[in-house]
């Protein structure tokens, strides 16, 4: 049984006082959600304040990005291990947003999945193909390619602190999700490439969110897909009542 996880990725937002007036706000809305992983990743800065207000709480921590070196000259990053320190249980990293805008490639991803590895740090790993890759007919073979290299060499001991989020790139912040068909379609076909690459048990084991535009009135559909394992949610995890709703999601 895959324990459903809801992230809520807050990208570059709240100052640390509204970070911490979120997750306040948010940890009496979902107090009482049982079996459900309810995570949240605010920006650097916030991360030690929002450890405080969850602590003892059913909230853990992520952070939105990592550096793969331990400590040395590396100006302006920061280490899995310090992540760890200032409370995280996760650390997302692939996300398209750093695909794109700071050109990640899926080598670099990978040396950050192996340090999240070696740090005892859970990985929410994201990939997801563009529209004009989808429309190419491209898309299976761009999710092969960034789940193939950018798990490269991580082992099935490791591969169960991995968390995939399938966010196609069309579907985030547009306010366009996939449908609930398309997710579950996408979510078999990594599934299966799991089951490929590692066995049948990482496969089974491993969760797979969907993110893109989840909002409290798609979520229920998506969670009702039998492979959609949870949701990684963006714009939707900045209030407080939204994103508890989307905690809260009704299987249909
Ligand atoms: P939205 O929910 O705002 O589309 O963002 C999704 C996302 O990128 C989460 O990582």
């Not at 950018?150 to 602190?161: F, H």
């Not at 069309?170 to 066995?199: C, M, P, S």
């Amino acid at each position: 049984m895959r324990t459903p996880m809801i992230a809520g990725n807050w990208k570059l937002h709240k100052t640390c006082s509204e970070a911490v007036e979120l997750v306040e706000a948010l940890k009496q809305a979902v107090a009482d959600a049982a079996d459900v992983e309810v995570v949240v990743a605010p920006v650097f800065t916030a991360l030690t304040s929002v450890a405080a207000s969850i602590d003892n709480s059913n909230i853990t921590l992520a952070a939105q990005n990592c550096y793969p070196q331990e400590s040395g000259a590396f100006t302006g990053e920061v280490a899995p291990s310090l992540l760890k320190d200032a409370g995280c249980s996760y650390a997302i990293i692939g996300h398209s947003e750093r695909r794109q805008i700071f050109g990640e490639s899926d080598e670099f991803i990978n040396q950050k999945a192996h340090a999240l590895a070696a740090a005892d740090l859970g990985t929410i790993f994201c990939i997801g193909e563009t529209l004009e890759e989808r429309e190419a007919d491209r898309m299976y073979d761009v999710l092969r390619r960034q789940v193939r290299l950018g798990l490269k060499g991580l082992d099935t001991a490791a591969m169960a602190s991995v968390v995939v989020a399938y966010e196609p790139v069309w579907a985030i912040g547009t306010g366009k999700t996939a449908t609930n068909e398309q997710a579950q379609e996408v979510h078999a076909f990594l599934r299966a490439l799991l089951k490929e690459l590692y066995d049948e048990n990482v496969a089974a084991a491993t969760r797979i969110l969907y993110g893109g535009s989840v909002k409290p009135d798609n979520v229920d559909g998506l969670m009702t897909q039998p492979d959609v394992d949870g949701a990684l949610v963006g714009g939707a995890s900045l209030k407080a009542d939204d994103f508890a709703r989307i905690v809260n999601f009704q299987s249909l």
